[in-house]
């Protein structure tokens, strides 16, 4: 009796020693400013590593910056030349511009109006452009070019001096953060690309939300980006490429290791084909088909969505 | 007072599903006997109290003869497997084709008519192979939305007092899909060449035995032996290439094509039966021979 009772008050002891509210948490190593920073953001990837999500711009920021003059030479170096075929083959696929002249009673407007987000080297830009000029006849097709660099929009800029499409109303370029256009009306876009950006992205939702909104009913969301590999074998060919080969190139021909360690972590950390496509669907695209098309066994992916017509 | 009132909560969310479950189960034993004399007669049976209305239903009617898979009271499944804005913009993008031919600029059109883009054509990743294959699985199911308003009700024969055989309703129903593509026929030529690509050779042929299987369950054929896959690979066979004579057929309301379909059918017939004699022959040589090796004593 003597035992039980002891157990029960023990017990009852126990229990309401739980429901003793805990002492708040007290760090004596690190200061209060770095506490309350770390309580109220939120956290995301800057490849291996967490950063708070106001801090991810700017670092992002700094990276691009110090490759913007060697991006093409590097991105040579790192794909062995590939990354021009697959852009290549992006354009192609999305055949920008209008073959068909446009007829009286058809309110789509004369070219398509296409937006091209952290395309600030102009690569597909300039892709796009020739096409519908050269394949599809059409000269009334127009790109703007928003990036978030003004380092990477200037060596596009210097860029499209080379090109038929300087100075000509065809071709613009805006500054802006992909997560938040207030430049852009509403539905005032055919087509809005983006290729090897929304991995850098801090938001990704918001950046497809926003593509949303910008998008014609009609219009395509279109994106390029590296993705996962589905043949054991190749990835771990692949993965032992970026891992030791790219930061060792990065270093050799652009001088800068930190910036490429952090190309090849993102990448690792970017969601897999299936997830994006949900994240994608999430938005309110309409997915053709399987929704994403593997590139060279899934190390880059095109994921395509629409934009669904108002409900009548 | 926190633990009984946790106690009423979890017993109120385990009741739910179970009253679900249970109204399920008297509707789901009810819905399969989907002709109408039977539902009338599951009304009967719902006010019953307990007990299992299966049995009861199974011992008081005489099962159907045929039943189909579906309930009818559910809509038909479409014939092809594209959502609804794909469907509005190939529809618009069919009209096109007789001018345009299986191509890209008709499916630009058919979105620029539905209130689509030109980009829009995206939505399609297989292009202009994508409006042949809607094509053929929209004919297809007009073909059977046909035989539903009565084709074969309508024929001469059936008027006259003659039932049709199962070989006679497949020539009208193979000659009644080929009339289907008079309009698009000079652009028909085109859409084979397509089909034929190496990367678009699965889906024609799975599309090809779709269609001959649906003509000959629509032609009423209830075959379960081997006869299931000649019979169907035989329609196939005369289907593909009465199409490709159809191309090149200038003649009013295709007849020769339709004479042609007449020759197949008679030619496949007659293997068929000469096939069969030779089985025959064959069976009645072998049985005569262990006849007479009997006859001579050998212990076969």
């Known amino acids: 009796m003597l035992s039980r009772s002891v157990r029960r008050s023990l017990g009852y002891h126990a229990r309401r020693r739980v429901s003793i509210p805990e002492a708040p948490y007290r760090c004596f190593s690190c200061t209060r400013r770095a506490q309350a920073e770390s309580k109220n953001e939120r956290m995301t990837h800057f490849g291996f590593t967490n950063v708070p999500e106001s801090q991810k711009e700017s670092m992002v920021g700094a990276v691009f910056s110090s490759v913007a003059s060697s991006y093409d030479t590097m991105n040579d170096f790192m794909s062995l030349g590939i990354h021009r075929l697959w852009k290549d083959h ?104 983006v290729v090897f950006g929304i991995r850098n992205f801090t938001d990704k939702q918001a950046a497809l939300q926003e593509a949303f909104r910008v998008l014609k009913p009609g ?46 972590e993102s990448i690792e950390q970017f969601p897999s084909q299936e997830e994006f496509r949900g994240m994608i669907q999430k938005a309110g695209f309409l997915i053709p088909g399987r929704g994403f098309e593997n590139l060279t066994g899934g190390i880059a992916a095109i994921h395509k969505g629409i934009k669904p017509l108002p409900p009548v | 007072m926190a633990q009984p009132f946790h106690l009423i909560r979890y017993q109120a969310v385990l009741s739910t599903p179970k009253r679900q479950l249970t109204s399920l189960r008297t509707t789901r034993s009810v819905i399969p006997q989907c002709s109408r004399q039977l539902h009338h007669q599951s009304r009967q049976t719902t006010r019953r109290p307990t007990g299992t209305p299966k049995t009861h239903l199974a011992s008081s009617f005489p099962p159907p003869i045929r039943r189909s898979y579906h309930s009818e009271h559910h809509p038909d499944l479409p014939p092809h497997e594209y959502t609804n804005s794909q469907t509005t913009i190939l529809s618009a993008a069919l009209r096109h084709v ?22 829009s054509v995206q939505l399609f990743p297989r292009g202009e192979f994508d409006l042949v294959l809607f094509w053929l699985a929209s004919r297809r199911g007009l073909l059977r939305a046909s035989v539903e308003d009565g084709l074969f009700e309508k024929d001469e024969r059936v008027m006259a007092g003659q ?121 009645f040589m072998g049985s005569t021979a262990i006849g007479l090796g009997r006859s001579w004593g050998l212990k076969i």
């Not at chain 1, 990036?147 to 613009?172: F, V």
């Not at chain 2, 007789?98 to 980009?119: E, I």
């Not at chain 2, 289907?180 to 035995?209: F, G, K, V, Y």
Request: with cysteine; glycine share 6%.
């Open chain 2, 163 to 283: 039932t049709l055989s199962v070989e006679e309703k497949t020539k009208l129903l193979i000659i009644k899909r080929l009339k289907m593509n008079t309009e698009i026929r000079h652009q028909w030529q085109d859409a084979l060449a397509l089909m034929s690509l190496l990367e678009n050779i699965p889906l024609s042929l799975s599309e090809l035995h779709a269609l001959s299987s649906e003509i000959l369950t629509l032609a009423g054929d209830a075959s379960v032996d081997a006869s299931w896959y000649t019979k169907r690979l035989s329609v196939a066979a005369i289907y593909a290439s009465s199409e490709v004579v159809m191309t090149r057929d200038q003649s009013p309301g295709l007849s020769e094509t339709e004479v042609f379909v007449d020759r197949r059918v008679e030619d496949s017939t007659a293997i068929g039966e000469k096939l069969t004699g030779l089985k025959q022959c064959l069976g």
């Open chain 1, 90 to 193: 992006f354009v192609r696929s999305l055949n920008p511009g209008s073959a068909l002249p446009s007829r009286e009673t058809d309110t789509t407007g004369k070219g398509w109006n296409i937006l091209d987000i952290a395309g600030g080297t102009g690569d597909i830009a300039f892709r796009m452009l020739d096409h519908a000029t050269n394949i599809n006849h059409d000269h009334e097709t127009r790109v703007t070019i928003a990036d978030i660099n003004p380092d990477m929009l200037a060596e596009g800029q210097k860029r499209s001096i080379q090109t038929p499409y300087y100075n000509t109303s065809r071709l613009s370029f805006m500054q802006a953060n992909a997560q938040q256009m207030p430049d852009i009306p509403d539905n005032s876009i055919d087509l809005y690309t």
């Open chain 2, 98 to 119: 007789p001018t345009h031919g299986f191509t890209r600029n008709a499916l630009t059109l058919g979105a620029r008519d539905s209130g689509f883009l030109d980009v």
């Open chain 1, 219 to 264: 219009g395509v969301f279109a994106c390029m980006e590296f993705s996962k590999v589905e043949n054991d074998v190749f990835n771990a060919v692949y993965k032992q490429w970026s891992f030791s080969a790219i930061p060792l190139i990065g270093q050799l021909v652009a001088g800068d290791r930190e910036s490429y360690q952090y190309l090849v």
